[in-house]
């Protein structure tokens, strides 16, 4: 009779699935608990030469606690789980991956924070032996999961890449982050020493050190994951992280840095701040618009090896945000404009909005166009694409739902203007942003609506009226995913791919080039022989 704790191998039943949840979890935080404690002990020790006894008697019998109750437990637990990971069912479980995935995530995080923590501290002339020693044990902690999330037999077989997507990602982000602080501190001092603006207190270069030691950890952490793991990794959840973390947030920072740099350049130009100082704050969209280039110019770059789903997908999210911008202008110059008529509003107060308004116009415009193309008719597979029909149905739905709330409170502005105006406020200035909010997504949502309306009619040359062909067998060397979507929305078969042993580079043919090969042609295969350039085979076969 087996004993009533072993974890003996059952099929996967929902007792089961709890069960393992149940273990990870407290594993989990026996794990957090004891890590906690042990650096706190190693950190007095360090801290008091040798002596764990001190002041802080509360904070000493918390760690003691934490580290003698939860480490023998965390270990005895984690054997027991061991044990049981030699069963292949175990090694399948969901649970299993998102505790090595949180784990390894959690410690990655707190080490990295402890050991730059020690840094900054150091550059200040500061000794922080408990953030060192915080440091040292989650690198053990980090180092040891580490091991498990690639050990032969026992690492999990789901979630594998998500780790390591997780750590790349939170390398960019602290890289991001560190360098543009770094940079914008060297910005503000070469700016306040040419207007000789200069603050007491520690020196401009401690604090840009301090920021260039948090950007090289950042750089760091994402090297190892990226450059070792990352780059190689298309899996799904890969993608969306590039088009998220590599693409989207750097184009919003640079976008809103180019904005910033404008409007200051505006301002410089046509209007005088009271205080320098406050004109001056704008400088940090600079450093903030030059790092979020490089690294969106290194993921567009990465992305011409993806798939046409994630290039789709990072022009899609580009796009989105230049129509943010550009209707952000909109809004707010339509809002300057009406300041300029209220006799309380006109003068510097409207001159500052239109100056902000023509700067979000000047940097949103061009990249929606360039990247949208509003001139250029789009390919019928490409107007066919989920992804773009998911982005046009949220625009168009986003900003009529927008523009429909701005009415309903330019409505109620209106009405309390006529019935209760106890605040002495004239209508224009009542309802001037609500206005200039309506006009921007109403613009927004009549284009984009008026676009999947054209979508939907350039995509039914892609809609099979009948089904004529039941398989076909496609043969190319080059753009074979988009060849592949092509002959599946035409066709509506299924669609098998043969590769050439050698690629091709001239042009793939068109989707119109594809409908008029296949005119008039049936049978229940078919083979499609693509290339050389544009030429198209179409061969059926006996059944």
Do not use: C
């Not at 840094?119 to 200040?124: E, M, V």
């Not at 207007?195 to 190892?224: H, I, K, R, Y």
């Not at 929606?368 to 982005?391: C, K, L």
Request: neutral net charge.
């Amino acid at each position: 009779m087996g004993s009533p704790t072993s974890l003996a191998p059952t099929p996967n039943t929902a007792q089961t699935a709890v069960r393992r949840i149940i273990v990870y979890a407290i594993l989990f935080a026996l794990v957090i608990i004891a890590a906690i404690g042990v650096a706190g002990l190693l950190g007095r020790l360090l801290e008091t030469g040798g002596a764990l006894a001190g002041d802080d008697a509360t904070g000493l019998a918390e760690s003691l606690a934490f580290a003698l109750v939860g480490t023998p437990f965390a270990a005895l637990l984690w054997r027991v789980a061991w044990k049981a990971l030699e069963q292949p069912t175990e090694r399948t479980s969901i649970a299993w991956a998102l505790y090595i995935a949180g784990a390894y995530i959690v410690s990655l995080v707190v080490f990295v924070t402890g050991f730059v923590l020690t840094a900054t501290a150091a550059i200040d002339g500061r000794w922080e032996p408990r953030d060192f020693a915080t440091g040292v044990v989650w690198l053990g902690v980090w180092w040891w999961h580490r091991w498990m999330s690639r050990h032969p037999l026992k690492a999990p077989t789901r979630l594998t890449s998500l780790p390591i997507v997780a750590g790349w990602v939170f390398g960019l982000i602290v890289g991001i982050g560190g360098s543009a602080a770094a940079l914008r501190s060297v910005v503000s001092a070469a700016m306040r020493s040419l207007t000789e603006l200069f603050a007491l207190g520690e020196p401009w270069w401690m604090s840009a050190l301090q920021d260039l030691v948090w950007g090289a950890a950042g750089v760091l952490v994402w090297w190892w994951h990226w450059m070792r793991f990352g780059r190689r990794d298309a899996t799904g959840l890969s993608s969306v992280a590039v088009v998220v973390a590599g693409v989207l947030a750097p184009t919003v920072m640079t976008v809103g840095g180019i904005g910033l740099t404008i409007f200051l350049a505006l301002r410089l130009g046509l209007d005088r701040p009271a205080e320098l100082e406050e004109l001056l704050e704008p400088l940090d969209g600079l450093p903030v618009a030059l790092v979020g280039a490089l690294v969106w110019a290194y993921y567009a770059g990465v992305a011409r090896h993806r798939s046409e789903a994630t290039r789709e997908s990072i022009r899609l999210v580009v796009s989105g945000v230049g129509l943010a911008a550009t209707a952000t202008g909109i809004g707010v110059t339509v809002n300057a404009v009406l300041a300029s008529l209220s006799p309380a509003l006109a003068g510097t107060d409207a001159r500052t909005l239109l100056l902000g308004g023509i700067s979000a116009l000047v940097v949103g415009v061009p990249v929606w166009w360039v990247v949208w193309r509003p001139g250029v008719r789009p390919e019928a597979s490409r107007a066919a694409s989920m992804g773009r029909r998911v982005y046009l149905i949220a625009v168009f739905g986003i900003s009529a739902v927008v523009a429909l709330i701005t009415l309903i409170v330019i409505g109620y502005r209106v009405f309390e203007f006529f019935l209760d105006n106890v605040t002495g406020e004239g209508l224009i200035e009542r309802t001037r942003a609500p206005i200039g909010l309506l006009i921007a997504t109403a613009l927004a949502a009549g284009y984009h609506f008026s676009v999947w309306r054209r979508d939907r009619t350039s995509a039914g040359a892609l809609t099979p009226r009948t089904r004529s062909i039941a398989h076909v067998y496609l043969v190319s060397g080059s753009d074979i995913p988009n060849q592949q979507h092509a002959l599946e929305a035409l066709t509506g078969a299924k669609v098998t791919v043969w590769q050439r042993a050698q690629s091709i580079s001239d042009a793939p043919p068109s989707d119109e080039q594809f409908a008029h090969a296949l005119d008039g042609v049936s049978g229940n295969r078919v083979v499609v022989v693509v290339g050389p350039a544009e030429r198209i085979d179409v061969i059926p076969l006996a059944d």
